[in-house]
């Protein structure tokens, strides 16, 4: 009995042992079948990926092969440059850029501009943005050489180099006759002035009241803008947000001319972001007993009252004389006081943006330029004629709340950009800018409407 239990055991110990290795066998065949099975998974799955991948980049050589790109190319049309202008190639062209917008530029006879820049301060004093579009235009990418493709045309003519010999500012009583004069000019060599009555013609008038052409407010409000020029387009300095004869003409307000080469010097020494030392700055003509000239009197008496009240604050930087290293002043300044003079314009509103020192505009009505490009209201402060008096608080309010703000927007280098006029011209800078307010003027050229 016991031997008989004992096989019994043994039996099922041998039993139970063929049951463990039948499954382990059963246990590796089926992890086997498993690998199997994956492994033809991922090579249909590669396999087709590279069917799909092969059918595709061989669609895409069919293609180009019927239809070849054909590399950019441009010539460089022989053409003599003025003598005093920089002859340059002209750089490949956009045409989708500004709405394929061409422009024109009279090649004129020296008298009309070359001639002037004997003078070197011609090209460099804050009237001189008519020289400086001028010769960006002669090399831009959106000049013309045929004058058929234009949609503008450029009248290059310097009016603002006639210096004074007694007090050294431009006299310019010639500028109509010599303007009237490149006028007959080309509306007698060319038929395009006439076909449009100078309407797609564009001129540079960068002096205090635009194209009236005189520095006294009453006089150029008197005499008006010239009655061949009232169909044509103004580039101007001048600009206000009211009623007035200077600017009856389609105009666009731009910057006074500064020297981009000047502002990189004075930022070289001193950073945008640097120390400033000058809590409000302001250099120039400051009268303490104001003339009364034709029952005006300068700056509206503005300027006179900020030497009355902030003379003696030493909060309160206040020049009366000019000092040539004037820019060093204004990057050291945190607020820079632009009071109108003559006329509401100043070029203290581009030198300050320009070095980062807030302006701080007191001309009524001003309008700015491009405004549609430039968000002045966020990188300036207005202050109205009448509340000069509360400067002071005004200055020490924006100091104590959203200052950081303003200069973090003023100190965009494309604000700066805005506002210069580069050589030669850049993506964004003043004479770019200028042709992007042309791009939105198409309706007056001639060969856009003369198309439809």
């Known amino acids: 009995m016991v031997e008989m239990s004992q096989m019994t055991k043994n039996l099922s110990r041998k039993n139970s042992k063929g049951f463990v290795v039948k499954m382990r066998f059963l246990h590796k065949r089926s992890q086997a079948e498993k690998a199997n099975s994956i492994f033809w998974y991922r ?44 002859e340059s190639q002209h750089p490949i ?113 960068s002096h205090d009241y635009g194209a009236c052409f005189h520095a006294m407010e009453d006089v150029a409000m008197a005499e008006g803008i010239p009655k061949f020029m009232q169909n044509s387009i103004v580039l101007q300095t001048f600009g206000v947000k009211y009623k007035h004869p200077c600017q009856e003409v389609e105009n666009v307000v731009i910057p006074p001319y500064i020297s981009p080469e000047n502002v990189k010097s004075t930022l070289a020494k001193s950073p945008v972001n640097g120390r400033r030392d000058i809590f409000a700055f302001f250099r120039g003509k400051m009268e303490v007993h104001p003339k009364n000239i034709s029952g005006r009197f300068y700056s509206k008496r503005v300027r006179t009252e900020i030497l009355r009240k902030y003379g003696g604050d030493r909060r309160f930087y206040l020049k009366r004389h000019r000092f040539a290293g004037y820019q060093s002043e204004i990057v050291r300044s945190v607020f820079c006081l632009c009071p109108l003079g003559w006329a509401p314009w100043s070029p203290r509103l581009v030198e300050s943006v320009a070095l980062g020192c807030v302006p701080v505009i007191i001309a009524d009505g001003i309008r700015l330029p491009f405004e549609s490009s430039v968000n002045w209201p966020e990188i300036s402060l207005t202050v109205r004629e009448k509340d000069v008096g509360k400067l002071g608080a005004i200055l020490e309010h924006v100091a104590r709340t959203n200052l950081t703000a303003i200069q973090r927007n003023m100190w965009d280098p494309a604000t700066r950009r805005a506002l210069l006029y580069s050589d030669p011209m850049e993506d964004g800078d003043a004479t770019w800018q200028v042709l992007n307010e042309l791009s939105l003027r198409l309706s007056r050229s001639h060969k856009r409407v003369s198309s439809v």
């Open 43 to 86: 090579y249909f799955k590669w396999l087709l990926w590279f069917s799909l991948s092969s059918y595709f980049f061989v669609s895409f050589l069919i293609t180009r092969s019927s239809n070849p790109i054909k590399p950019t190319s441009f010539s460089l049309p022989k053409h003599s440059f003025s003598r005093a202008l920089i």
């Open 93 to 205: 062209t956009h045409p989708g850029l500004l709405n394929g917008m061409k422009v024109y530029v009279y090649n004129l006879p020296p008298k009309y501009n070359n001639d002037w820049l004997k003078n070197p301060r011609c090209k460099n004093h804050l009237f001189a943005s008519e020289v400086a579009i001028h010769k960006a235009l002669l090399t831009s990418q959106f000049r013309t050489l045929d004058p058929s493709e234009a949609d503008f045309f450029f009248v290059p003519v310097y009016v603002s180099c006639n210096f004074s010999t007694v007090n050294g500012f431009p006299a310019i009583g010639h500028a109509r006759a010599l303007i009237s004069s490149a006028v007959q000019l080309i509306s007698s060599e060319h038929s395009f002035w006439n076909r449009s009555r100078g309407s797609d013609h564009v001129f540079v008038a």
